[in-house]
């Protein structure tokens, strides 16, 4: 089934143009009725699909969909409002991005599907790391599956220049220890949110990042 009409998109186009409370007041029926109700329909929907195969999965939608509303304290940037719809599939939902699950974002420019470990915890960095380093060859093998290749590319992250000592060996055999984070992502055309198969494609994306998301999970919560 299609969650969302042409006018998904055709909302945020025109917001972009318009990004002040006055045309949002004016349009909010219409932010409710073509975005804002599907994609937590949509989200609710990807929650009890993953929960089939995740029966730890105990979240709902609203606590995983970020505001539309933009951050703009320390922002130049003054519009109120973000253009896209955003959400975070996760035991912790928006509020603790240190945990893996899927990413998404919704926007008129692509479909944004992201995973992995955004935020971790000092914490949970030398836990990652620990992992990692006690198992090279199995963590080389996640990253190097033809399918997570394919869809998500390589892991991401910010580096540190200085390695500590403890984790210098391991360096050597996996230079990803240096990453301060370990995410990954995938881009697809706009087109696909108004698709009949946009669930089946996302939780082809879950499949394809759950081991990943499950190693680095099992080495933050060690």
Known sequence: MSYFTEDYT????????????????QHKKRYEAS?????QAFVGRLIEEIARYDKALHIEAKDCILRINRDIRFSKDKSPYNLHCTAFVSYGG?????????FLRFSPEMVGIMGGCFAPSKEQLHKIRTAIGSDVKGFRALIENKDFVKDFGEIRGEKIKRIPKEFQAAFEKEPLIANKQFYFMSEREPELITREDLLEEMMGYWQKMRPLNNFLINAIQS
């Open 35 to 39: 975005v804002k109700n599907p994609f």
């Open 10 to 25: 055709a909302f945020f186009k025109e917001l972009a143009g318009n990004n002040h409370k006055d045309w949002f007041h």
């Open 94 to 102: 928006r509020k603790d991005k240190s945990i893996p699950g899927i």
